[in-house]
């Protein structure tokens, strides 16, 4: 057995074995907004339920390994005192993975994921409607757990309303759990689909992806088109060009016979075929070759 002091390992190798140890977590896809009244969106999956009367739930933005700076959520949680926790289940996890960019501040994840903000009944920051259930919640306390990279900031909140689909309960008025469909995080790219099992969604661009908000109409109006397909779309750093997308149809026999038949919805099968195997690039070279 492999024993060792996390003292003695680098933050980031200490993170990866706690994180792949300590799973599935729920995610807590937090929303919040600044003290000028912007939205800000993203999950984190420090997160879990510790009481029920009060109603507290606590999820921690850690600080950022690289850099030791904090996130917005954490900076707009001290300064509101507000939050909405909103429940991932599989319909948006890809617009929940690609809303973890680390875009600038003010930038608009709702936009940028293509998810719908509604407001809220109690507090100001707003709902993701795509949510199967929402929390609102008042920041009771925020606890700093340390002053370097990888430290956990726990923000404590107690539920004040709660807003849930009823295409989630049965009959009994309950929660469904093969209706809610949610999802938790594991180490690494995986995730885990609890009535399913494990799947892998690969993180986020480093660079910044041109998010759900940038996508043609014709293709975010699509019905063959749903929120996980628009989310790994909008994970690309730019399009490709004409000249990349020629050479791509010229060496795909496949694609040529597709774009050839003119039929829009044989095309974009082609594109989520690719999507399903994870190659957005080509995904976008079927769509644009075809519009």
């Known amino acids: 057995m492999k024993s060792f002091s996390p003292k003695d390992i680098p933050t980031p190798q200490l993170q990866s074995y706690l994180q792949g140890a300590v799973a599935p977590r729920p ?27 009060p109603p507290i739930l606590i999820f921690s933005p ?24 909103n ?3 599989y319909a948006i996890v890809q617009q929940m993975s690609l809303s973890s960019t680390e875009y600038a501040e003010g930038v608009n994840e709702f936009e940028k994921a293509g998810l719908t903000a509604i407001p809220s009944d109690v507090v ?39 807003h849930i689909n009823e295409d989630v309960l049965d009959e009994n008025g309950t929660i469904d759990q093969h209706k809610i469909d949610l999802v938790s995080r594991m180490g690494g790219n ?8 494990l799947f892998e969604v690969p993180k986020p661009l480093v660079t910044l992806g041109i998010g759900v908000d940038s996508i043609p109409d014709f293709i975010k109006t699509s019905s063959d088109f749903d929120g996980n397909d628009l989310g790994m779309l ?7 060009s004409e000249e990349e ?28 075929q690719y999507l399903e195997k994870n190659d957005i690039l080509s995904a976008w070279k079927v769509l644009l070759a075809k519009q």
């Open 87 to 89: 429940v991932v289940n």
């Open 245 to 272: 997308i020629a050479i791509f149809v010229q060496e795909n026999f496949t694609v040529k016979a597709v774009l050839s038949s003119d039929d829009r919805h044989k095309v974009n099968q082609l594109a989520k």
């Open 124 to 162: 100001k920051p707003f709902r993701v409607a795509e949510s199967p259930i929402q929390f609102e919640c008042k920041v009771n306390e925020v606890v700093a757990l340390g002053t370097e990279g990888g430290a956990g900031n726990l923000i404590i909140c107690e539920v004040v309303k709660i």
């Open 27 to 53: 995610i807590a896809f937090a929303s919040t907004i600044d003290e000028q009244g912007r939205p800000n969106l993203s999950p984190f999956s420090f997160f879990n339920m510790f009481s029920t009367n």
């Open 190 to 197: 995986w995730y885990s689909r609890a009535n399913q099992g």
């Open 62 to 85: 850690a600080r950022r390994v690289r850099g030791n700076t904090t996130k917005h959520t954490l900076e707009n949680a001290r300064a509101t005192k507000e939050v909405v926790i």
């Open 234 to 240: 909008g994970n690309i750093e730019a399009l490709p």
